[in-house]
């Protein structure tokens, strides 16, 4: 329906077309769509024209969408030109109603990403980030970054994204690094952050602290080893007897403390208490009880390696082990792994295995499937250790996050994703934080060397306040990527702040993303949103599925069937894609994309393109042009559809 004072349907008309002095005829518009020679033309008159800002004179109400920020390592891809094709169809239609419509757009730092792509470009040069050092090194990625930031916002430009670039922002822009810093410390000063000594992912291969949802889990063809450990005698002469326990990772035998049953297992009822002897090694180990054991896996009895084991941590903990670790962080055995010192994990799990074989000490082996953890970004199979780390406990604040569903005050479409977010923030484990790299938020503490104290600050420190000493340091690492992105609803708007953005656009109305990131990203978002503002950021999470090939299989350059959404714009027109990816799926379901489909759609813009035509053409000769949509006045109901 039209409404005579809709701020937003005025607009709209000048949106489409501007008034002209002289209207298009026959001989002015091809007839076949040129999607070429129109797009950048008229995308450049919108932004210039700035259409794509709040307008002063909105009588809707405000809606607002953050922009999910691309990492600044690349080019878009499709799972950015979906994102990109919904909400702009969700931000014009509101911006053609007369709302108060923001947009906001940006990039993310990609803190490991980033920084992997620099060395390699440091690589061929033949030096590296240390030879250079870290000012140097931060130089260079700046650079780097400029350079592909620039890209990627022309590449959204490309897809039709109406977004404000005047708001655009950048995770390591001033403000939202003062935002990043406001929330490390006020978490520190709530208790909810802390740095202590515990079992983290650990990428050898991007030598960095992995969190939980960086590491991809792949059911991987492995090896059940059984191997039995002698029992030191009770009395001397007394014949040998053994405790068998099985291991996939038998390299790590080196750096057990202490063999494990469950309590109520009675098979190992007269063995606990006793000392098992460490093949190889010779230490002496305890054998306990332990309710964590599973005493129908293997043969009930399970070797205890603290150091290299998040389980075996916690029994650790429990029962005041000592912690051996065997294998480095460059994934080599330690000092501790004896005669393996120096070699790799894997070679030096072929080499135990045929030592133990020689002893007598392997029972038999069986093919076991090892949901092996891999870096999100190496590939590289991940190791366990134990590092120093900063953490957030992420309990409280998660309480509210369910609380905002369970309660209805946000909505996930598909509702079928409730429970997938509801188990992981119920079964939610504090959050590693702190990343061994330069490019990125540097973590605010600074370590004295004079008194040992450690200081957390808004601002930078040049002395010890708690002794006066210069002789300070600040902590080497950078926080994790997410730590500045779950930030972004409110920090994009100019939060710690309170700007006149922030008063009038947060909450944002719709966070519009793939499944793929509903952990990493959608629910942190909450968490921070309820935390920091006392509201949820949103108030709907709209999720859309993968976009695979013709054959429903997933993208990959391994399968050598990726598509590049800028190829498709340049063979078939940016709204041939975005109509083929707006109505090709239904939300939260992954999409085949289909060449024919394209065409289809091409097709189908062309005769769009010709039904304008024809109106232009049979127009043409009204004095004056075609008047401006406030002065029509509809006689019937199909007019005021066409209008």
């Not at 208790?191 to 969190?211: D, K, Q, T, V």
């Not at 063979?571 to 489909?597: C, H, I, Q, W």
Request: with cysteine; glycine share 6%.
């Amino acid at each position: 329906m039209i409404e005579e004072n809709n701020v937003g349907a005025a607009r709209s008309a000048q949106f489409i077309a501007p008034n002209q002095a002289t209207t298009p005829n026959q001989t002015s518009l091809p007839k076949t769509y040129e999607p070429q020679a129109v797009e950048s033309k008229w995308y450049q008159f919108w932004e210039e024209g700035g259409y794509f800002k709040p307008q002063p004179g909105a009588t809707g109400s405000p809606f607002v969408i953050s922009m999910p920020p691309p990492n600044v390592t690349g080019a878009l891809h499709l799972g950015h030109a979906i994102t990109a094709t919904v909400e702009d169809i969700l931000i014009r239609y509101h911006r053609m109603k007369g709302d108060d419509t923001l947009w906001v757009p940006g990039e993310d730092h990609a803190g490991i990403a980033t920084q992997t792509v620099v060395e390699r470009l440091l690589a061929q040069e033949g030096t590296d980030r240390h030879k250079i050092g870290r000012e140097a090194f931060l130089e260079r990625v700046w650079q780097w970054v400029q350079q592909y930031k620039s890209r990627i916002q022309d590449q959204h430009r490309r897809l039709g994204a109406s977004c404000d670039w005047s708001r655009e922002r950048f995770t390591l822009d001033e403000g939202l690094s003062k935002a990043v810093r406001e929330v490390f410390v006020r978490l520190y000063e709530e208790g909810l952050i802390y740095r202590g000594e515990r079992i983290i992912n650990w990428c050898p291969f991007c030598m960095s602290a992995l969190s939980d949802l960086e590491v991809n889990h792949v059911d991987t063809p492995g090896t059940l080893t059984y191997v039995r450990y002698p029992l030191k005698p009770l009395t001397e002469g007394e014949p040998t007897q053994y405790i068998s326990v099985a291991t996939t990772r038998p390299e790590t035998i080196l750096g057990d403390t202490a063999v494990a049953v469950n309590p109520k297992d009675s098979r190992y009822k007269d063995m606990v208490g006793r000392l098992a002897i460490l093949p190889i090694i010779g230490r002496e180990i305890p054998i306990i009880v332990d309710e964590a054991v599973d005493a129908d896996f293997g043969t009930g009895a399970v070797k205890v390696t603290p150091a290299h084991d998040p389980t075996d941590f916690e029994i650790g903990l429990r029962h005041d082990l000592p912690r051996v670790q065997v294998i480095g962080f460059d994934a080599k055995m330690t000092s501790d792994a004896g005669p393996y010192a120096g070699q790799d994990r894997y070679e030096a799990r072929k080499n135990l295995v045929a030592d133990l074989e020689q002893l007598g000490l392997i029972v038999k082996t069986e093919e076991y499937t090892v949901p092996l953890g891999y870096c999100q970004r190496s590939d590289t199979v991940v190791e366990p250790l134990i590092s120093k780390q900063w953490f957030v406990k992420m309990t409280p604040l998660a309480t509210p996050a369910i609380g905002a569903v369970k309660y209805g005050l946000l909505k996930i479409v598909p509702e079928r994703f409730n429970k997938v977010y509801m188990d992981w923030l119920e079964n939610i484990h504090d959050w590693c934080i702190s990343r061994q790299l330069w490019w990125g938020h540097r973590i605010p503490v600074w370590y004295c060397d004079n008194c040992g104290q450690m200081t957390v600050s808004l601002e930078d420190i040049s002395t010890c306040p708690h002794c006066d000493s210069s002789a300070i340091h600040q902590d080497e690492d950078v926080l994790d990527t997410w730590f500045s992105s779950w930030l972004w609803p409110f920090s994009t708007l100019g939060w710690p702040d309170a700007t006149a953005d922030l008063l009038r656009y947060y909450p944002t109305s719709v966070l519009e993303t793939g499944y793929d990131i509903i952990f990493f990203w959608v629910a942190r978002m909450v968490m921070a949103g309820t935390h920091f503002m006392g509201v949820v950021p949103f108030h709907t999470i709209y999720l859309h599925g993968l976009v695979r090939d013709a054959n429903g299989e997933k993208m990959s350059k391994t399968k050598n069937n990726v598509i590049d959404p800028l190829e498709v714009m340049d063979k078939y027109g940016t709204d041939a894609l975005r109509f083929t990816l707006a109505t090709s799926g239904s939300p939260g379901n992954d999409m085949k994309l289909v060449e024919e489909r394209i065409i289809g759609n091409r097709n189908f813009a062309n005769k769009i393109w010709n039904a304008s035509r024809f109106v232009l053409m049979t127009t043409s000769a009204i004095p004056g042009g075609v008047p401006a949509l406030s002065e029509l006045q509809p006689r019937t109901l199909a007019d005021r559809w066409i209008l």
